[in-house]
Every structure is written in C-alpha cells, then in structure tokens.
T-cell receptor
Framework: SQTIHQWPATLVQPVGSPLSLECTVE??????LYWYRQAAGRGLQLLFY??????ISSEVPQNLSASRPQDRQFILSSKKLLLSDSGFYLC?????????????FGEGSRLTVL | GENVEQHPSTLSVQEGDSAVIKCTYS??????FPWYKQELGKGPQLIID?????GEKKDQRIAVTLNKTAKHFSLHITETQPEDSAVYFC??????????FGTGTRLKVLA
C-alpha cells in the first residue's frame, strides 16, 4: 500500500533562518507531488506541484522553493523565513496521468516563525 | 480568478441530526468535486467525491449533490456521530494540478 511521510511534524524557527521540509512517498512510482499551505481559518493554498524529477511548477510567488531530487522525494525550502511563512504545510501525492483524482495528504508540518 | 466559497464556517449539530455544508464554485470548466475531512493535527482525507456527469452520490451516511447550472455542490451527513466532528473542505477541479479549495467548515457534533 502507498504511504506518505512528512517531517518534521513541528518546528519553531526565527525570522531570517532557513527552512527545509521533507516528504517521501512509498509504494508508488512517478507520483504527482504537491506542497500546500494551510493558514489559520483559510483553505488549502497550492504552493508547488511536480510531475517528475526536477520538474517544479510554482503557483504562488514567494520566498519558498521546492525541489524533487528523487522520484518520490519532495522538499520545501526557504533561505530566509518571514513571519508570514508561519502555517501548516501539507505534502500530498496523486496518481500520475490521472486528469483528476484523489489527493493523498501527509500528516503535515506546523511551522511557527518568531 | 477561480474561487470556491464554502458555508458555513462553523456548524454545531446535536448527535443524530443532519449536517449540510454548501460550496459554490466560479469556474464552469470544473468537473471534479471532492470533499475532504481533516481531524485535528492531521492531513485531510478524502471522504467522497463527485464528477460533473453525476448529480448525486451516496456512501452510507454521507451524500454529495451537484447542481452544475447553479455551480453549487453540497455535502450531507445524516445521523451525525461525535466522530464526525472535524473540519471539512470542499474543492473544485478541472485538473489534478489545480484544486481550488474552500475555506473549510468546522463541524461539531454535540453528544
């Protein structure tokens, strides 16, 4: 069966510090991968998606970046965090090639920037 | 731009009563409408979905209805139980890469 792992689960970082959130998927090949952010009282905002290794599409211009160094690994990074980067970050995957279909979410990473 | 409006933002019901959450979407090209349930501190999980060629779909106590003309879709939960308490998100999509989510409804089922 397929599983998705995301870490760390929580982190508190000072403004201006770097960020690295990691996500891996097991049990499937060539998944579509996503990073979403969930701010308090708001919906899920798509940040990045990837359809293959090294292929990253950005939906929202900001100081975050994403990378996909391996087929089932997706990393969210920042060189210098802002207060506004605080939120709940969710990694997700979906079956490649499906026009629409289920998103499978990880457990999330809660980031607090102080 | 494309958006999905979701109402209400909070909903409290007595155990055993029904709950209804409504969403309206703007992009008439949307053809897939999933509903996700998010429990505290966890990622959302799909509970039911509907495609644009279907008007209604049921799965035990959960049903979704779609009105393409009005661009409305709704989630219906009957015989609510305490474990139904969670945040529910609707979404509209015309592509796997572009889900537009609503802002969520916090459902509380009172025992």
């Amino acid at each position: 069966s397929q599983t998705i792992h995301q870490w760390p689960a929580t982190l508190v970082q000072p403004v201006g510090s770097p960020l690295s959130l990691e996500c891996t998927v097991e049990g499937t090949s060539n998944p579509n991968l996503y990073w979403y952010r969930q701010a308090a009282g708001r919906g899920l905002q798509l940040l990045f998606y990837s359809v293959g290794i090294g292929q990253i599409s950005s939906e929202v211009p900001q100081n975050l970046s994403a990378s996909r160094p391996q087929d089932r690994q997706f990393i969210l990074s920042s060189k210098k965090l802002l207060l506004s980067d605080s939120g709940f970050y969710l990694c997700a995957w979906s079956v490649a090639g499906a026009n629409t279909g289920e998103l499978f979410f990880g457990e999330g990473s809660r980031l607090t920037v102080l | 731009g494309e958006n999905v409006e979701q109402h209400p933002s909070t909903l409290s019901v007595q155990e055993g009563d029904s709950a209804v959450i409504k969403c309206t979407y703007s992009d008439s090209a949307s053809n897939y409408f999933p509903w996700y349930k998010q429990e505290l501190g966890k990622g959302p999980q799909l509970i039911i979905d509907i495609r644009s060629n279907v008007g209604e779909k049921k799965d035990q106590r959960i049903a979704v209805t779609l009105n393409k003309t009005a661009k409305h879709f709704s989630l219906h939960i009957t015989e609510t139980q305490p474990e139904d308490s969670a945040v529910y998100f609707c979404a509209a999509s015309k592509s796997t890469y572009k889900y537009i989510f609503g802002t969520g409804t916090r459902l509380k089922v009172l025992a």
